[in-house]
């Protein structure tokens, strides 16, 4: 069943959830930003490409969200549940190219078989998915590959390293969603609802995170 809030008749034109489909907007031109803003055509700086994916595959997982959100009543169930599933799971690669860029940069190269668990992990969201069809395995997808990389950060800022601090507080802002969708906190039941507030967040997070990542870059 395809839910939605509000359904407004724009010039003939069915828009449903406006708010969060123009959130979802601003998401894919924050995402864009990051993605411009670390972007390299060095092949050697790992760690600077696949943060640069991390924020393009995000934004192009908030661009399909605009359909899924905001053109739902063009598609029909099954078509509008194929369009969910492309962009959570497009949502859950870019994670992957987070936990890939991190383990580049700081896990030592006598650990390296460790950088086969973001590759076994992505590969598991993406059976449990297809199997469940359920966003609560996107949440643990997330959680399981973006917390290590706060904390770490975090620590890594409190130690005075250029940019860190920002990347760790930037991901803390997205880490709130989860309480807002999970206690469904709203401002408005339809103009500004968990939904609208959670992309907000997520808008500051990319913003502070592209900030930080330059700064580590360049460092």
Not at 13 to 40: C, E, H, Q, S
Not at 101 to 130: G, S
Not at 157 to 167: C, D, P, S
């Amino acid at each position: 069943m395809i839910k939605y809030v509000v359904e407004l008749d724009w010039n003939g034109i069915i828009l449903r959830d406006p708010v969060t489909a123009l959130t979802n907007v601003m998401m894919f031109a924050a995402g864009i930003y990051g993605w411009k803003k670390i972007r390299t055509s060095d092949k050697s700086d790992f760690y600077a490409r696949n943060w640069a994916s991390f924020f393009l595959f995000l934004a192009v997982s908030s661009l399909i969200g605009v359909v899924v959100h905001g053109f739902s009543y063009y598609t029909s169930e099954s078509a509008h549940l194929g369009v969910w599933m492309a962009m959570v799971i497009v949502q859950g690669l870019g994670i992957t190219y987070a936990q890939r860029a991190e383990a580049f940069r700081y896990i030592h190269k006598r650990h390296r078989f460790l950088h086969l668990f973001p590759a076994l992990q992505v590969l598991l969201f993406i059976v449990a998915m297809i199997y469940w069809k359920n966003y609560n395995v996107v949440k643990v997808h997330i959680a399981l590959g973006l917390l290590p990389i706060m904390f770490w950060n975090i620590i890594l800022g409190f130690r005075r390293h250029a940019g860190t601090g920002l990347i760790g507080w930037g991901i803390f802002m997205s880490t709130i969603t989860a309480a807002v969708h999970t206690f469904k906190i709203s401002i408005h039941p339809i103009w500004c609802n968990y939904n609208d507030i959670s992309h907000l967040l997520i808008v500051v997070s990319f913003l502070m995170m592209a900030q930080g990542l330059k700064k580590v870059i360049a460092s």
